[in-house]
């Protein structure tokens, strides 16, 4: 089946680093990559879509300059977190979806627990 | 805003007792999924249901999509302890997953 990874599972660091995520396609190509944020005994909640080649599309209310979002190739898709504070501490998850169009599956990573101290 | 309104939020139950989730939205979805999340882990997907009024079995989980595909239920007979978890429904709107609020299931041996 299709496999996604991100990297690192875990993260610990201090006020004001950046820190990257990456999300990985291992066994398809992905189109369109998606993050998505989720805070502790809440729901996910969609931040932006990415799709390869092109520039990152982030919902209302996300800080394209807080979340910068890279989509270089076709198997990796990369979340920086700017100048990270206590308050962007979550989990991040990001999803891969090959091919075109809303009906195609999307295949989630296991997430990234950012702590930010 | 969110789209899709899960119900219970909670749900405490003991072992072999029967349970259904709800998933109720205003909005008219193309399709519906159903994910469970364990903690500190993405969500696996359960079952796509496309077709209003369609039911989908998966052993003892029983999946419903509303005739008007603005709502869907999640009815699991039987509980184990390996259900316990976040579950989750997603409606897919245009080119995106929009997801429910959720549903923590705790089941107890």
């Known amino acids: 089946g299709a496999v996604v990874s991100q990297h690192p599972s875990w993260v610990i660091c201090k006020s004001g680093t950046s820190v990257k995520i990456e999300c990985r396609s291992l066994?398809?190509?992905?189109?369109?990559m998606f993050w998505y944020r989720q805070f502790p005994k809440q729901s996910l909640m969609l931040m932006a879509t990415?799709?390869?080649?092109?520039?990152?599309?982030?919902e209302q209310g996300v800080e394209k300059d807080k979340f910068l979002i890279n989509h270089a190739s076709l198997t990796l898709s990369t979340l920086t977190v700017t100048s990270a504070h206590p308050e962007d501490s979550s989990f991040y998850i990001c999803?891969?979806?090959?091919?075109?169009?809303?009906?195609?599956?999307?295949?989630f990573g296991d997430g990234t627990r950012l702590s930010i101290l | 805003t969110q789209l899709l309104e899960q119900s219970p939020q909670f749900l405490s139950i003991q072992e072999g007792e029967n349970l259904t989730v709800y998933c109720n939205s205003s909005s008219v979805f193309s399709s519906l999924q159903w994910y469970r999340q364990e903690p500190g882990e993405g969500p696996v997907l359960l079952v796509t249901?496309?077709?209003?009024?369609e039911v989908k079995k998966l052993k003892r989980l029983t999946f419903q999509f509303g005739d008007a595909r603005k709502d869907s239920s999640l009815h699991i007979t039987a509980a184990q302890p390996g259900d316990t978890g976040l579950y989750l429904c997603?409606?897919?709107?245009?080119?995106?997953?929009?997801f429910g609020t959720g549903t923590r299931l705790q089941v107890f041996p």
């Open positions: 066994d398809f190509q992905a189109t369109t």
């Open positions: 997603a409606g897919v709107l245009t080119d995106k997953l929009i």
């Open positions: 999803s891969a979806r090959g091919g075109t169009g809303g009906g195609q599956p999307q295949h």
């Open positions: 990415s799709n390869e080649g092109s520039k990152a599309t982030y």
């Open positions: 249901v496309v077709t209003g009024g």
